[in-house]
Each structure stands twice: as structure tokens, then as C-alpha cells.
């Protein structure tokens, strides 16, 4: 009985060990299947729910955006020649290791819309055709492991689309941009230049870069792991927006000329610098804006960054006794004098206990306001400016442009310092009226004059003509309908002033022939360069023609010449300047007689 119970006992132990295994057994089935069922659930959800995802993760994979870079638009000159133009190109790139990795490749045909099969000497001898090389050449350059290559560079955009339209595995191409200036110096300070990276840094190129710019387009498509085409894939190609072309007022031929010119004058006084600004009178149009020493665009590191620019807008000088037309006008519109009023000048005059005297030693004269004018007298020109009040020497300075910006298209415009009346001290409130103690650029002077010689109506000076979209629309930039400073009558008065200054006093030695010429001489000292007293004089001539019916007006200035600053002229350059003007626009020559005022009574 003992023995029969041991032996249940270990059947017993047997029997739960099998059942334990095998509920284990079933757990661990279980598991399995669960772990299963998730994989098995997931893969559903992805292959068969979340294709789209997938199928998008797959195609960004396969896709290429590639830059089709805007032509940047040309700069023309008045008569459409070309100042500053683009010339796009290519680099074609290859992948060695994509490009003749497989023995064949496929593209679609865009003429049947097949898909060919194309073997690897196929396509590189077509490549090489296509660029006009040796296939030798091509081959060597295309076959390897190396991840990039240049197949060759500066191709034309014919040429590169003959390689692109190919679909050669691994060949690519790269838009680069070269920028060229055909004048060379010629307008050099107003066209500007580009850094090497195509920023625009100068000029017209910087001010009016986003009219010249245009907008880059793309171009999308797939490309396989093996960097063929997918000619099968879906394209899409956004059009490049190339830039408008810049049409100035300038004419080059005259701006050449007047760039000669001036530079010959600046060597000739050995002088810091100087500059020529040609305004069409009744429109504000510059014709030229010279300087003596130009920025070549195409080499802008040959050129002094400080002389890179315009002067003739940056660079705010004492005008001198240029500024004595304004006081005219002035007193004149007032009707505080007429150009024939009798002033008694004596050889010095005080006024608020300054005193004044003239460049030259005289008793006391009888002077016509126009002979104080043209003798450039500052005695009687405060004599006869002291009857304005301060407010109106102020309001009639800054009408004519004086202390603002003309808004001229140039970077580094200098507007200039016109004080207010009331920090005026006692001897500048007489100063400003023979051009000391308020300052102005060179183009600030030639706008005043453009005004008198306008009938008194003042414009904004004009840089551009037009702008023109790349498919031939050109735009026409309405000039400044203006604002009349002095009435045409009082105009009229400055204006047989003016000539009297050539024709009876001291501008003698201006003479255009066949024209009748008026202008006026400037002297004034330099401020130092970092405004610490002042150095050396600023010398300049401005005048208009013919004087029946004003053009166009001339302004000549030099820095610093050396020398005897009373015996240093700018008439020679003038009458050279404004001579070439005249006859190559065709003005009549003057058919009426020359007004010489009386100086003296």
C-alpha cells in the first residue's frame, strides 16, 4: 500500500510538470501571435492605409529643384548704347560614379515621346558633340568614382540646353552670371559695379538693383539613386523674370568728353579733384556727370575707393560766389532792387560790427546792382541783400534747393548744410548771401541755375529716362512737373545779369561762338577734409546758352588747384564743354544781340 502510494506521488509530480510546460508553451504562442498580429497591423497601416505618405517621403527623395537664374537687366545710355550688361553661362558637372555606372540608361524622346535605351558610348560621344570636344577627352573626364567633375565651363544657354535636353546620368549644369561694362570708365562713378559675389555695391547697380535683378525661376524634376533622369516623372518649370533694363539720361559721347576735359584741367592745376555736371535746362535732365578721376567698372580695385564715386552729388563744398545769382533773384523778386539800381560801394563795408571787402582793391564806386553782380563784389552784394530779412534770405536759399537732397538715384547723397536763421551768428546771416557759411554739392549748384535759365521754375534733376521690361515695354519716367521760385520776369532780370557778367565784367573770357553765353565765377575756401579750419580754394564756373532761350546749363568746378587762385580760370573748359553740347544736340546758333548791362553809373 506504501509502495503503490510513492509511485501515484511521482505520477503525480510528472503529470503537473507537463502541464506547466504546457501553459508556458501556450503563452509563449501567444506572445508570438500578438507580436505578430502588431507587425502584421502596422504593415497593414502602412502599405495599405498610408501610402500617400510614403509615396510622398519616396518622391521629395527622387526630387531636384535646380536655379534658372534671371538675366540681370542692361544699363543703356540716352541713345540706348550699352553701358553695364549680363552675360549668363554655364559649368556642366558630372558625377563620375553616377554617370557611367550602368551600361545603359533610359530617356523619354521629346520628339515621340518614347523611352529609348541608350547605351554609355552613346551618350558620352553625344555629350561630347554636343560641347564640341574630343570624346577622349569626355570619356577620361566622366568615368571614374569621384563625386564631381567639370565636364567644361562658360558654355552658352543653347549649348547647355543641348546637354540638359541629353538626360545623361550624372550631368548636370550650373548657371554662373558675368557682369560687363563695354565703356570701360566711361559713366564709371554713375553706373556703379558688382562685388565678386554679385552684390550690387555702387552706382546705379546698387540704388536701382531691384528693378535690375529680376526673379530666378526653378526647375523640378526626378532623378533616380543612380542620378538618371526619371523620364517618366512629372516636370515643372518656373520661368526666370529677367530684369528691366535702366535707361539713362546721360549721353555717353558727351559724357566722354566732358570726363576728358575735366581731367585734363585737374592735371593741368595739379588739383585735389573735380567734376562737370550738364543739366538740360527745361526738363532737369543730366547729360553728363563727370568726374576726373572714374571708377572702370570692369576693374573697380584699380580705383581709390574714395574716388570710386560721384562727387558731383557726395561732395558739399562753399559754393563761393556762384551763390550771389540766388541773392539777385532773391532781391530782385522782393523788389528790392532791379539790375540797374544805383548802390554808392565803398571799399569796405560794416555791418553788426563785421566788416566786408572785395577780392580786389577799389574806392568807393558807383556800381549798378548788375555791375556788383558781375565784378563779384561782396561789399555791395550785402549792402544790397541786407534789405531781406533773415527768414527771407533763408526761404529763398532753401527754395532753391539748398540744405535737401535732390533724391537723385545715387547712393552717398550729400544734401548739403543750410543752417536755420536763428543759429545764424552775426556775420554768417550776411555770409550765406555770397555763398560762405552754408554748403551744397556741385549738382545743387547746377539745379539753381537750371532754375533761372527755366524761367524761375525749379525741377529735380532726372538720371533716368525710362525703364524697360525684358520683352521691349518701355516705361517713360515723368520728370518733376517743378515749382517756381522767382516769377519768369524776375528770371528774366538774372538772366541779362548773367550775361552781362561774360559780356561787360569779370567772365570775359567765356565765349562759345555763335552763342550768346551768361555764367557766373566762383571762389570760395576749402574746408579741410576733417572740417578743421580750411585749406586751399574751390574754384568753379557756371553758366547756360544760348542766353535768348537757355538749354542747357554747364557747371565746372575744381578742388584745391594750386596756384594763384585769381589767375586759375575754368573758362577754357567751359566754352570746350559747352560748345560740344550745343552742336551735338543741334541748337540754332543765336540770332539776336547780346545784353551787356552797364556797370557803373
Not at 556800381?367 to 556788383?372: D, W
Request: net charge negative.
Amino acid at each position: 500500500m506504501a509502495q503503490n502510494t510513492g509511485s501515484d506521488r511521482k505520477n503525480t509530480r510528472a503529470s503537473g510538470s507537463i502541464t506547466r510546460n504546457r501553459i508556458r508553451l501556450r503563452v509563449g504562442l501567444a506572445l508570438v501571435l500578438a507580436l505578430l498580429l502588431i507587425i502584421s497591423g502596422k504593415l497593414f497601416l502602412i502599405q495599405g492605409l498610408d501610402t500617400g505618405s510614403m509615396a510622398e517621403a519616396a518622391i521629395n527623395q527622387r526630387t531636384v529643384v535646380s536655379k534658372l537664374p534671371a538675366t540681370r537687366g542692361e544699363i543703356v545710355d540716352a541713345n540706348g548704347k550699352v553701358m553695364a550688361q549680363s552675360i549668363v553661362r554655364y559649368n556642366i558637372t558630372v558625377s563620375p560614379k553616377n554617370s557611367t555606372a550602368a551600361d545603359t540608361f533610359v530617356r523619354k524622346n521629346s520628339g515621340t515621346g518614347n523611352v529609348d535605351t541608350v547605351t554609355r558610348d552613346e551618350g558620352i560621344q553625344e555629350l561630347a558633340d554636343a560641347l564640341s570636344l574630343k570624346e577622349a577627352d569626355v570619356r577620361k573626364t566622366v568615368t571614374g568614382n569621384s563625386d564631381f567633375a567639370y565636364v567644361s565651363k562658360g558654355v552658352t544657354a543653347a549649348v547647355e540646353s543641348k546637354v540638359m535636353d541629353l538626360q545623361l546620368p550624372g550631368i548636370y549644369s550650373e548657371a554662373t552670371s558675368e557682369r560687363t561694362y563695354p565703356l570701360g570708365a566711361v559713366g564709371g562713378s554713375i553706373v556703379g559695379f558688382l562685388g565678386s559675389d554679385g552684390t550690387p555695391l555702387a552706382g546705379i547697380e546698387q540704388t536701382l538693383n531691384s528693378k535690375l535683378q529680376g526673379a530666378d525661376g526653378s526647375r523640378k524634376y526626378q532623378r533616380g539613386a543612380n542620378g538618371i533622369v526619371i523620364p517618366t516623372a512629372p516636370e515643372e518649370n518656373q520661368p526666370a523674370v529677367d530684369g528691366e533694363t535702366v535707361k539713362l539720361t546721360i549721353n555717353s559721347d558727351l559724357q566722354y568728353f566732358a570726363q576728358q576735359a575735366i581731367s585734363d584741367q585737374v592735371k593741368k592745376f595739379s588739383a585735389q579733384w573735380g567734376n562737370i555736371v550738364v543739366v538740360q535746362a527745361k526738363t532737369g535732365k543730366i547729360v553728363a556727370m563727370a568726374e576726373d578721376s572714374t571708377v572702370d567698372p570692369n576693374n573697380p580695385g584699380a580705383t581709390d575707393a574714395a574716388n570710386r564715386g560721384a562727387r558731383s552729388v557726395t561732395a558739399a563744398i562753399e559754393p563761393g560766389s556762384t551763390e550771389k545769382t540766388v541773392t539777385a533773384a532773391a532781391t530782385i523778386q522782393e523788389g528790392k532792387v532791379s539790375p540797374l539800381s544805383h548802390v554808392l560801394v565803398p571799399p569796405t563795408y560794416t555791418v553788426n560790427g563785421e566788416n566786408f571787402a572785395d577780392a580786389f582793391t577799389h574806392g568807393t564806386e558807383q556800381r549798378t546792382f548788375a555791375g556788383i553782380i558781375g565784378d563779384s563784389m561782396n561789399t555791395g552784394t550785402v549792402m544790397v541783400g541786407e534789405r531781406l530779412s533773415k527768414q527771407q534770405r533763408y526761404d529763398y536759399l532753401h527754395n532753391f534747393g539748398i540744405g535737401q537732397a535732390t533724391g537723385i538715384p545715387l547712393p552717398g547723397e550729400n544734401a548739403g548744410i543750410l543752417a536755420q536763421p536763428d543759429s545764424w551768428d552775426g556775420r554768417q546771416e550776411f555770409t550765406v548771401l555770397f555763398g560762405q557759411g552754408v554748403s551744397q554739392t556741385p549738382l545743387q549748384t547746377a539745379m539753381i541755375y537750371q532754375t533761372i535759365a527755366n524761367n524761375g521754375v525749379r525741377l529735380k534733376p532726372q538720371l533716368v529716362e525710362s525703364y524697360i521690361d525684358p520683352d521691349g515695354t518701355e516705361h517713360k519716367v515723368d520728370g518733376s512737373a517743378g515749382t517756381e521760385v522767382v516769377s519768369p520776369q524776375s528770371a528774366q532780370q538774372v538772366k541779362d545779369i548773367l550775361e552781362s557778367v561774360v559780356t561787360a565784367a569779370d567772365a570775359k573770357d567765356v565765349s562759345v561762338p555763335g552763342y550768346r553765353v551768361g555764367g557766373k565765377t566762383g571762389t570760395a575756401e576749402a574746408v579741410r577734409d576733417d572740417g578743421a579750419g580750411f585749406e586751399g580754394y574751390t574754384a568753379s564756373f557756371v553758366g547756360m546758352a544760348p542766353m535768348e532761350d537757355p538749354q542747357y546749363v554747364v557747371l565746372v568746378t575744381v578742388q584745391r588747384p594750386q596756384g594763384d587762385i585769381y589767375g586759375i580760370s575754368q573758362a577754357p573748359v567751359f566754352n570746350s564743354v559747352m560748345g560740344q553740347v550745343l552742336h551735338s544736340n543741334n541748337v540754332p546758333p543765336s540770332t539776336t544781340h547780346s545784353v551787356a548791362l552797364p556797370q557803373k553809373y
